[in-house]
């Protein structure tokens, strides 16, 4: 007898998805945690001297050691997709009046086709994920609620992750100004040490989640505001 293909269980699967909502450039995860991603530009270190090396390493080294809060270091790494590129190229030639520069183009457009074609040009990004994580009383025995604390504080039981505790307007303001400080704070330190960095958006941190957990569907889709 032939063994019947099990159901995907949608419900296991929004289960590992810890995320509840995004909102004012900030993720709201379902345990009522805030989290703030900041993009931090890359820096090729084999093109510094020796010293610049050893001051940015050293910056770094400070900038970490002086946070009184954990960040979470995230780098995605993305095989390149130029085809977009190269079709807007394309459908400008029909317009090219000049030969040499037509011709020029053609050249160009097909080198880089080969290019890509025998080497991977791989698109990296570095990000900084600020928390700021309350403390949360669900309503229980007094044992339960300290259990539950200590759970939650070291991360030991993933229902940490599935709960779905909904704040108030209030509350979400009153943590998110909270979250507000330390964004700041790391932004201001990342660049004080050179390092260039930007708030990731909420209309950059959807497509972003999206190809987290879809990474051969990716999406680079600018939201509108209605979006």
């Known amino acids: ?3 019947q293909s099990r159901p995907i269980n ?33 820096v090729n270190m084999d093109l510094l001297e020796n010293e ?16 009184d809060f954990s960040v979470q ?27 040499m520069l037509l011709a020029q183009a053609n050249d160009y457009i097909n080198f880089v086709r080969d290019f890509v074609s025998n080497n991977q040009i791989i698109d990296k ?14 309503k229980s025995a007094l044992g339960g609620q300290i259990k539950d604390l200590l759970f939650g504080l070291f991360n030991l039981n993933r229902e940490a992750f599935s709960q ?31 390092l260039d960095a930007k708030l990731v958006t909420t209309n950059e941190i959807i497509p972003l ?6 990474p051969d569907v990716a999406i680079k889709t600018a939201l509108s505001k209605d979006n």
């Open 73 to 99: 270091i995230l780098v995605t790494s993305r095989k390149t997709n130029i085809e977009d590129y190269l079709t807007n190229i394309e459908n400008l030639l029909p317009n090219t009046e000049e030969e």
């Open 10 to 42: 949608n419900k296991s699967t929004q289960y590992l998805v810890p995320i509840n909502e995004i909102r004012n450039n900030v993720i709201v995860l379902k345990n009522s945690a805030l989290r703030s991603i900041i993009e931090v530009d890359g």
């Open 209 to 214: 989640i999206h190809n987290m957990y879809n």
């Open 164 to 194: 779905d505790i909904i704040l108030s307007e209030n509350e979400f303001q009153k943590h998110y100004q909270q979250l507000i400080l330390r964004q700041e704070n790391v932004m201001a330190q990342l660049q004080r040490i050179g």
């Open 125 to 138: 990004k570095y990000y900084v994920v600020v928390p700021y994580d309350p403390v949360v009383f669900k």
């Open 52 to 67: 610049a090396q050893e001051n940015l390493l050293s910056n770094w080294q400070s900038f970490l050691n002086n946070l």
């Open 1 to 3: 007898m032939n063994k």
